[in-house]
C-alpha cells in the first residue's frame, strides 16, 4: 500500500511560520499528535520542531516523531539537539541517526541540567556551547556527503559531481530579553555571532510579551552583524498556571496586563480567548516590524496555533497564493524554548 502524504497548501498569505512540538509520553498521546501534525502540515508550515529531552531522555519517540512528519507529510522536520550528557563520539552517532533518516533541520542548542542536577559545566559533556554542537553537525554531514551529483542532461548514466556538501539548515536560540546566565546584552548578541562564525543559519526566540522586545533585539542584532533570520517564538498563554510556569523556565519578567487579565477571567474558555488574542496581537505587531516569520509552540494541539494564525492574518487561504521570501537559509539573503538554553 502507497503512504499517504498531507501535503502543504499551496494558498498563503505569503507569511512563513512553523511550529514546535514535544514527543509524546503514551500510544493514546501519540495517536492524538499524529492528529494534530497533520493539521498543522495541511496548513503549510515551513517546518515542524521537535523538542529533544535532556540525556537523550526522549531520544527513541523524539526520533519516531521525526520519522512520522517525514512519511506522512511533506513539512521539513527539525531535531532539537542539546550538548547535554554526551561525549564527542556520541553526540556524532545521534547526529549521524538523524541524518541517516532523511532530517535535514536541526535546533542546536546548549541545553539547561537534567532535572535535579546542580547547575554547572560537569552536565555538559564534551560539547560545551550550542557553537560547537552547530560545527559538530556541519562536520558529521561533510563526512557523511562529502560532494553532490547530479545526472547530466542527455546522458542519464553519466554524474556531474560537486565538491560542496550538501546543506542543512542549523537553527540556534535567541534570547530578546537576555539569556539568565548571560551578563549583559552585549554579551547575548556576541553568542549569537559566535553561532553565525559556526555555522548557524537561522535563530529561534526564546518567549517574549511584547514586541518591541523582539524588534529591538533583533535591530541590535543586525547592526551587530547578525545576518541570518531571526524568527521570533511566540505562545499562547491560555491559563494562569502556564504562565507561572512559563515564567519559572523561562525567567521572563511577569507580564502584568497578561497576568491581571487571565487572573480574574473565572472560564478556562475566557482563559483561552485572552491567550489567542495576546499571541495574534503580538504576532501581527512583530510582523508588521519586519520580522521574518513566526515560530508558534503548540503544547502538541493544534487548534490554538491556528487560531493564533487566522487572527494575525498568517494563515493560508483559498485566495491568496503562496510566495514568501523562504527562511530556509539558501533562499534567505541580508535583508527555545522554554526548556533549553544556548
Known sequence: ???????????????????????????AAATALHTTID????????????????????????????????????????????????????????????LDVGIRSFLALRGDPPQGAVEGESFLGDLHSAAELVQLIHGVQTERVPYRETVIPGLPDARSVKTEPVKVRIAVA??????????????????????????????????FFHADDFLCFSQRARQAGVEFPILPGIMPVTSPGRLRRILE???????????????????IEGQREIGIEHAARLAADVL?????????????QHETVLEVLRRCG?????TSHRSPASIHPAAHSAAHNVRESA
Open 314 to 318: 498568517a494563515l493560508p487561504t483559498a
Open 39 to 98: 493539521h498543522l502540515a495541511a496548513a503549510g508550515p515551513e517546518f515542524l520542531s521537535v523538542t529533544y529531552g535532556a540525556n537523550g531522555s526522549s531520544r527513541t519517540s523524539s526520533l519516531d516523531l521525526l520519522r512520522y512528519i517525514l512519511a506522512h507529510t511533506d513539512v521539513d522536520p527539525m531535531a532539537h539537539l542539546t550538548c547535554v550528557g554526551s561525549s564527542h563520539a556520541e553526540a556524532s552517532v545521534l547526529i549521524r541517526e538523524f
Open 174 to 207: 535567541a534570547f530578546p530579553n537576555g539569556h539568565p546566565r548571560s551578563r549583559s546584552t552585549t554579551q547575548d548578541i556576541d553568542t549569537l555571532l559566535a553561532k553565525q562564525a559556526a555555522g548557524a543559519n537561522l535563530a529561534i526566540t526564546q518567549l
Open 1 to 27: 500500500m502507497t503512504e499517504t502524504r498531507t501535503s502543504p497548501t499551496s494558498a498563503t498569505t505569503g507569511v512563513p511560520f512553523s511550529f514546535e512540538l514535544y514527543p509524546p509520553k503514551t500510544d
Open 249 to 267: 523556565l523561562s525567567g521572563e519578567p511577569l507580564p502584568s496586563e497578561l497576568s491581571i487579565s487571565l487572573e480574574v477571567e473565572p472560564t
Open 288 to 300: 508588521a516590524g519586519g520580522a521574518p516569520g513566526v515560530h508558534l509552540y503548540a503544547f502538541n
